[in-house]
């Protein structure tokens, strides 16, 4: 972890909102900002993203977020978003045109495929491949933007980053990846030449489970543009109330994620060691080409891994999981506890795996509660 990422996280940009010396400033709590003369506000209006006018565009604790996520990112701006999707929403309808094809690499989020998939009423085509696949032989000569998630959320697949940008920048095609897994503090895709870098905050950026929001960070000339249409337009704007429970999120980022980095080795190697157990997602436990990515791109491990049971069934996946006390079922991940989900249904559909997002609880508590499980499988 970089030690410029604990300072942006604490102090970066916080001097200017120095109200009366309040160490947490305070939450504009207002859809308007007035002006004192008519020349003032119209120059204002005029650079809009960054000043203070009207809530749905901007607001100072948004701002501030913003600011910081651009700084972690080592990007030149950011716009923050009411959720994750707002933010792949508003990149995709800001950049495609009718005819464009967008090539996803690995897993990308659900939702974000099925938006793709309403996209293709509009006439945009869009089709997916691993990170391990030949990614010049899946170009068409319409393909607009290539959509990365690396690691993926859900079987944690990896690529190339530096790779897929080269490619894409002889082509004059535009990378966006969804960071969210790594968080900016182990993994910077810009460096690696991306274009645009997504966030769900609503996971480890946000970070104790309260608040649903998202961000993009690239160039001020392309963060320009995703403001005037994708933000403006469609209107998802982060709350002041939230922005400000991100903003906490943020001050102990670096610190809640050496420990998820931590206990998430401990887990990976833990399930990887077990007979019951056929193989475990996590990147630490990459091997072969992916393991040179892993080294070149990432800094640190998340806490978010997944694995699959000898004879995986619906039945043998429920005892194992409804064993469990201290993992509760339920979907995201990023806040302190630890949760499972499986996205197997009780008709056999679905991926046969168990996701573990594993919290900041003691590691001896954590493999206790895994034991329960696995005890259930012998029964
Ligand atoms: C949760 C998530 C999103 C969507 O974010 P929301 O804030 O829930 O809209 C996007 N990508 C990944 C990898 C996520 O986990």
């Not at 997916?128 to 068409?140: F, K």
């Not at 997002?357 to 034991?371: P, Q």
Request: proline share 4%; hydrophobic share 40%; with cysteine.
């Amino acid at each position: 972890m970089d030690s410029r990422d604990r300072y942006i996280c604490q102090h970066a940009f916080e001097d200017d909102a120095g109200h009366h010396g309040a160490v947490t400033p305070p939450v504009y709590q207002t859809s308007i900002f007035t002006f004192p003369d008519l020349e003032t506000f119209s120059r204002s209006q005029m650079k809009e993203r960054e000043h203070y006018i009207y809530s749905r565009g901007l607001n100072p604790g948004v701002h501030l977020v913003e600011r910081k996520l651009a700084a972690l990112e080592r990007g030149e701006a950011c716009k923050a978003f009411a959720s994750g999707m707002g933010a792949v929403a508003a990149t995709l309808f800001s950049l495609l045109r009718q005819g464009d094809h967008v090539l996803r690499i690995n897993q990308t989020y659900g939702p974000g495929v099925e938006l793709l998939d309403q996209l293709e009423h509009y006439g945009v085509k869009h089709d997916g491949i691993s990170g391990t696949d030949d990614i010049e032989a899946s170009l068409q000569p319409s393909t607009r933007i290539i959509y990365v998630e690396s690691p993926s959320s859900l079987s944690m697949e990896l690529a190339d980053l530096d790779a897929i940008a080269r490619i894409a920048k002889a082509r004059n095609i535009l990378t966006m990846i969804d960071n969210t897994w790594a968080t900016p503090l182990f993994q910077k895709p810009l460096q690696h030449g991306f274009d645009l870098v997504i966030h769900s905050l609503s996971k480890y950026i946000g970070g104790h489970s309260d608040v649903v929001g998202g961000a993009v960070i690239g160039s001020a000339e392309m963060i320009d543009r995703l403001f005037a249409i994708g933000h403006q337009l469609l209107g998802a704007a982060l709350a002041p109330q939230n922005a400000a429970l991100v903003l906490r999120g943020l001050r102990t980022l670096p610190l809640r994620m050496s420990e998820h980095h931590r206990n998430g080795l401990r887990v990976a190697r833990f399930l990887a060691d077990q007979a019951c157990v056929e193989e475990v997602f996590h990147p630490s436990l990459a091997q072969g080409q992916p393991a040179e990515w892993v080294a070149k791109q990432l800094s640190g491990h998340a806490g978010l891994l997944s694995f699959r049971i000898n004879q995986p069934t619906y039945s043998r996946i429920a005892s194992f999981i409804d064993a469990l006390q201290l993992f509760r079922i339920g979907v995201s991940w990023g806040g302190y506890e630890s949760l499972v989900v499986s996205p197997m249904r009780p008709n056999g559909s679905g991926q046969p795996l168990i996701r573990l997002a594993v919290g900041l609880e003691d590691i001896d508590d954590i493999l206790a509660d895994l034991d329960r499980g696995l005890n259930a499988l012998n029964h």
